[in-house]
């Protein structure tokens, strides 16, 4: 069966420190991984899509994504962190069954100044 | 550009009474069109999802039932809340022929007495 799974509930970074927010995935064939992002009570909003090509995808708000075909993974990065960037983060990989996207639990991001 | 708007942003509702949130989808013919719940902050559900007009798939049993009257229009309706139906709903749509990536709209809070 297809999933994601979010190993960490919540990450604490200091303000200036690089980020990462782990995701991992199961899924048959080549897959199609996508990264968003929830501020309170608001919608998501799309970051950043791998399909193929180049491992390393950047997005919105300088985020970027390391797809990681061995290790089945999708890790988000940014190389200074913002209190800004302050939110809840969802990884998610389609369904190659269906073209549904499967979701992650979600990562709450905490940056502190 | 493509759009979409979702109201009301906040309900509340007393126990027993109907409901009715909508979602429209602009710049786009034919999107998928999909309602989502999230409860507690965290994770989402997929609720309903539909491909076209009238066409309507429910993920879950329950109490909610949703219809699309029009191709860019998506309306979740309950003849009768329940407690549990409190949560933050989010209304989103897949562009035809796109890699799979959703948009969300702004969301509905909905709380239940």
């Known amino acids: 069966a297809q999933s994601v799974a979010q190993p960490e509930d919540q990450v604490n970074v200091a303000e200036g420190n690089p980020l990462t927010v782990k995701c991992t995935y199961s899924?048959?064939?080549?897959?199609?991984l996508f990264w968003y992002v929830q501020y309170p009570n608001r919608g998501l909003q799309f970051l950043l899509k791998?399909?193929?090509?180049d491992n390393l995808v950047k997005g919105s708000y300088g985020f970027e994504a390391e797809f990681n075909k061995s290790q089945t993974s999708f890790h988000l990065k940014k190389p200074s962190a913002l209190v800004s960037d302050s939110a809840l983060y969802f990884c998610a990989v389609r369904d190659p069954s269906n073209y549904q996207l499967i979701w992650g639990a979600g990562t709450k991001l905490i940056i502190k100044p | 550009s493509q759009t979409i708007h979702q109201w009301p942003a906040t309900l509340v509702q007393p126990v027993g009474s109907p409901l009715s949130l909508e979602c429209t989808v602009e710049?786009?013919?034919?999107?998928?069109l999909y309602w989502y719940r999230q409860a507690a902050g965290r994770g989402l559900q997929l609720l309903f999802y539909?491909?076209?007009?009238?066409?309507i798939s429910s993920e879950v049993p329950q109490n909610l039932s949703a219809s699309r009257p029009q191709d860019r229009q998506f309306i979740l309706s309950s003849k009768k809340l329940l407690l549990s139906d409190s949560g933050f709903y989010l209304c989103a749509f897949r562009a035809g022929g796109n890699t799979g990536e959703l948009f969300f709209g702004e969301g509905s809070r909905l709380t239940v007495l």
């Open positions: 899924v048959s064939g080549n897959p199609y």
């Open positions: 710049g786009t013919s034919n999107p998928n």
């Open positions: 539909s491909v076209g007009i009238g066409q």
């Open positions: 791998y399909i193929t090509g």
